[in-house]
């Protein structure tokens, strides 16, 4: 993992630890996501008699993309089911009878490395009348400066990437004319990546599905309303995908029926978004040899 997502996703951390993890802080590069994958891989061609590769995202060499799509497609096929109540069939649900019976009109994911969003996106690839949204990360303030000029503190890959190859895959990446990977930046670790799974890269190049943006503050404030609206914490990355939920919302008559992706809970980000907003936690918890004796 970076080394910056180490500190960023410190309770995520301390919880795979918890389970027998070891955690190994990437300290090259930009020390996110792109640095953690390019060590991976590294670790692997070097040691692959006794190692095995293992990606969470849609991204990499072939058939990485396509083993994750594959995975996260339960979720999607679950969905769809449960939007039209059925019950039997390859993907029908066992009990669930209660969703409105008809497929949404609009589904909506965050897109990092894109995993979460292919799998939901998947089951509905062939439902021409469901318009699909990705959302990507639009950082500081989107992939250009209220001026119109360019700014790379954002992680938009498909919004404003060109084509490269990375990672062992041909897709849309934020480069350098002469093919120089550049820094990203998104207040979530999850979609701070300059790549893009190959399969976003085709579902954008044939319009099937449109991709936009959000910024930090924007996916700050739609956490914090779902918060308290719903009782949910999301977990930053999918609050891009609900501020843009939101934005289209408003556009729709009453009756249209849209399908968001809750692809994470926010408890990981907790100490993160603290910062955001200034506020400081003391995590520093003592004990005293009185608590260990209670133990
Ligand atoms: C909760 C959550 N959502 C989304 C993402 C983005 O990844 P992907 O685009 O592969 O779903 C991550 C990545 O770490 C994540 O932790």
Same mark, same amino acid.
């Given at each position: 993992?970076?080394?910056?997502?180490?500190?960023?996703?410190?309770? $995520?951390? =301390?919880?795979?630890?918890?389970?027998?993890? &070891?955690?190994? #802080?990437?300290?090259?590069?930009s020390? &996110?996501? *792109?640095?953690?994958? @390019?060590?991976?891989?590294?670790?692997?061609?070097? @040691?692959?008699?006794?190692?095995? +590769?293992?990606?969470?995202?849609?991204?990499?060499p072939?058939? =990485? !993309?396509?083993?994750?799509?594959?995975?996260?497609?339960?979720?999607?096929?679950?969905?769809?089911?449960?939007?039209? $109540?059925?019950?039997?069939?390859?993907?029908?649900? !066992?009990?669930?009878?209660?969703? #409105?019976g008809?497929? !949404?009109?609009l589904?909506?994911?965050?897109?990092?490395?894109?995993?979460?969003?292919?799998?939901?996106?998947?089951?509905?690839?062939?439902?021409?009348?469901?318009?699909?949204?990705?959302?990507?990360?639009?950082?500081?303030?989107?992939?250009?400066? !209220?001026?119109?000029?360019d &700014?790379?503190?954002? /992680?938009? &890959?498909?919004?404003?990437?060109?084509?490269?190859?990375?990672?062992?895959?041909?897709? +849309?990446l934020?480069?350098?004319?002469?093919?120089?990977?550049?820094?990203?930046?998104?207040?979530? %670790?999850?979609?701070? +990546?300059?790549?893009?799974?190959?399969?976003?890269? /085709?579902?954008k190049?044939?319009?099937?599905?449109? +991709?936009?943006? %959000?910024?930090?503050?924007?996916?700050?404030?739609?956490?914090?309303?779902? /918060?308290?609206?719903?009782?949910?914490?999301?977990?930053?990355?999918?609050?891009?995908?609900?501020?843009?939920?939101?934005? =289209?919302a408003?556009?729709? #008559?009453?009756?249209?029926?849209?399908?968001? @992706?809750?692809c994470?809970?926010?408890?990981?980000?907790?100490?993160?978004?603290? *910062?955001?907003?200034?506020?400081?936690?003391?995590?520093?918890?003592?004990?005293?040899?009185?608590? =260990?004796?209670?133990?």
């Amino acid at each position: 993992m970076g080394e910056i997502d180490t500190e960023r996703q410190k309770l $995520n951390c =301390f919880r795979m630890r918890e389970l027998g993890a &070891t955690v190994v #802080p990437v300290k090259s590069g930009s020390r &996110t996501l *792109k640095d953690a994958v @390019n060590e991976a891989l590294r670790d692997w061609v070097t @040691n692959i008699r006794t190692t095995h +590769y293992i990606i969470g995202s849609a991204v990499g060499p072939h058939p =990485f !993309p396509d083993i994750v799509r594959d995975l996260q497609s339960v979720i999607g096929n679950e969905a769809r089911a449960q939007m039209l $109540n059925q019950t039997s069939g390859e993907f029908g649900h !066992p009990t669930f009878t209660n969703g #409105p019976g008809r497929l !949404p009109d609009l589904v909506v994911a965050c897109v990092g490395g894109g995993s979460n969003a292919i799998g939901m996106f998947n089951a509905f690839l062939e439902d021409k009348e469901v318009r699909i949204i990705g959302v990507e990360a639009g950082g500081e303030h989107g992939p250009w400066l !209220p001026d119109g000029s360019d &700014t790379d503190k954002h /992680s938009a &890959t498909l919004t404003k990437g060109t084509v490269g190859v990375l990672h062992g895959s041909r897709t +849309y990446l934020l480069q350098s004319p002469d093919g120089q990977i550049k820094e990203t930046h998104s207040i979530s %670790a999850g979609l701070d +990546y300059p790549g893009v799974g190959p399969q976003h890269a /085709s579902l954008k190049a044939c319009g099937r599905v449109e +991709y936009v943006f %959000a910024t930090d503050q924007q996916a700050l404030d739609a956490m914090r309303t779902v /918060s308290r609206k719903e009782g949910i914490v999301p977990a930053l990355e999918p609050s891009h995908a609900l501020h843009q939920t939101m934005e =289209f919302a408003k556009s729709l #008559p009453k009756d249209k029926i849209v399908l968001v @992706n809750l692809c994470g809970r926010g408890d990981k980000d907790m100490l993160h978004v603290a *910062k955001a907003r200034g506020v400081v936690i003391d995590t520093d918890v003592k004990l005293n040899k009185t608590d =260990f004796a209670q133990q």
